[in-house]
């Protein structure tokens, strides 16, 4: 069987294979709390920044942001996330969106755009479109900001990115600002990731 003739729900790129693993409370990615370095990145800045969570999940941190009355829009193309993400959210001041990243259009001008686990849960193929994305939706001093899983692991999803394929998607739109080792990443992750920041030229 091919890539393409899989069946959807096999199929990352398809927002089923997202709903039978959200559908089946299979998520081990899930770190069901908000973690640390990006909890500590919002505390130093100095003003809300209008924030955008692309394959939100369960959107641990839309609901931190919201707590600290940052804007943010928490988006995911999973009715299941979705889902998920209102229980989670509750009554939360989050823009909750179900749509594809690579067609969403901001409302606002973004100022942060906030990764987690969706790089690396997007298949090669569409890695260099993301490249662009978040280059297209940043103004010059947005900021790319979150965990970004650096390993040689073909298979997945998770897909591991080296760093200098990272480079090659980022350094001619971004500039790195922060580099440093995770020290609560989930099992999934653990001793792979790394907290970057990027900031748009
Ligand atoms: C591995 S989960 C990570 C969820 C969340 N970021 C977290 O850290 O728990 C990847 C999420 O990205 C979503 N996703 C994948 N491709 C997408 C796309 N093109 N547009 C929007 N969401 C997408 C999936 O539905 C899934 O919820």
Redesign the pocket.
Known sequence: MTETTKPADQR??H?DF?CKRFGEGTTP???GQVPGDFAEFVARQARPLNTLI?????AWEAQHLAAHAWPVTA????PQ?VARAREVLGAAAVDLVC????AWQPQQPLELIYE???LC??PRKLWADWGRRVAELLPPGGLLAGYFFLCDQLKG?PFGILPEQLDDLLQADFEQIEDRAVHDSISVFAGRERWQVWRRR
Do not use: Q, V
């Not at 692309?54 to 369960?58: I, K």
């Not at 749509?99 to 690579?102: G, I, P, Q, V, W």
């Open positions: 990352p790129e927002p997202w990615w899930d770190a692309p394959g939100c999940g369960s988006l995911d193309f999973s996330a749509a594809d990243f690579f987690r686990a969706f849960a997007l999803p």
